[in-house]
């Protein structure tokens, strides 16, 4: 079974773009995740979706925002792009929300 | 608040030698916990999780131990090797009782430097 998968890779934005990063998790799972990883912060949990729903958001501003589709794929965007914005974008995918996450390699976003 | 802190930042341990790190926890609440190892570059991959009903499981060269008590996790490494030079991260999912739902906290993480 494939695992999680991110694209793109790597990015490179300025101050002031928005930015749109995907995530397909792992067939049959439902729930998606999407956490900020830095060094000075370590691993800050953006928000989780379900069924296309958002269940849980964490403390970020609004400029960061998700959606899930039908088909369990999901997406979020940061608009307004700020130089703190700059982290590895972690989305993890899990069948329930009592089940264990399952991470993909990440989204490297650089903003300059 | 509610947090899952690791104790040492870094750890060194020579090739072969054991190697144990440790995370504490501070939500009684929560009822399954997960150690996971990020190597650089890549995504955290899931190593051995343990509920809150256990006290100690087993996996391929590596065990987690659970203290409720005084709500310490740990993790045991045998035999260590190269490859297990890595970030290991703990975490713990916390059941939210307004919506029935989970979430997950991690802690800071630890770096496992391995000696050859």
């Known amino acids: 079974k494939a695992g999680v998968t991110q694209t793109p890779r790597y990015l490179i934005k300025t101050r002031g773009q928005q930015v749109t990063l995907s995530c397909s998790p792992i067939s049959g799972h439902r729930s998606v995740s999407w956490y900020q990883q830095t060094p000075g912060q370590g691993l800050q949990f953006l928000f989780e979706y379900f069924s296309e729903t958002q269940r849980n958001k964490g403390n970020f501003p609004g400029r960061f925002s998700g959606r899930q589709f039908s088909n369990s794929r999901s997406e979020m965007n940061v608009s307004t792009l700020e130089l703190g914005d700059s982290a590895l974008y972690l989305c993890?995918?899990?069948?329930?929300?009592?089940?264990?996450?399952?991470f993909g390699p990440g989204t490297r976003l650089t903003v300059l | 608040g509610e947090s899952v802190g690791l104790h040492l930042p870094t750890l060194s341990v020579q090739e072969g030698d054991n190697s144990i790190i440790n995370c504490a926890y501070s939500n009684s609440a929560s009822d399954y916990f997960i150690w996971y190892k990020q190597e650089s570059g890549k995504g955290p991959q899931f190593i051995i999780d343990i509920r809150s009903n256990m006290d100690k499981r087993q996996g391929q060269r590596v065990t987690v131990l659970l203290n409720k008590t005084v709500k310490h996790l740990s993790l045991q490494i045998a035999a260590t090797q190269p490859g297990d030079s890595a970030v290991y991260f703990c975490a713990e999912n916390i059941l939210l009782v307004n919506t029935g739902g989970f979430k997950t906290i991690f802690g800071a993480g630890t770096r496992l430097f391995v000696k050859a």
């Open positions: 993890a995918s899990r069948i329930r929300a009592i089940d264990t996450q399952y």
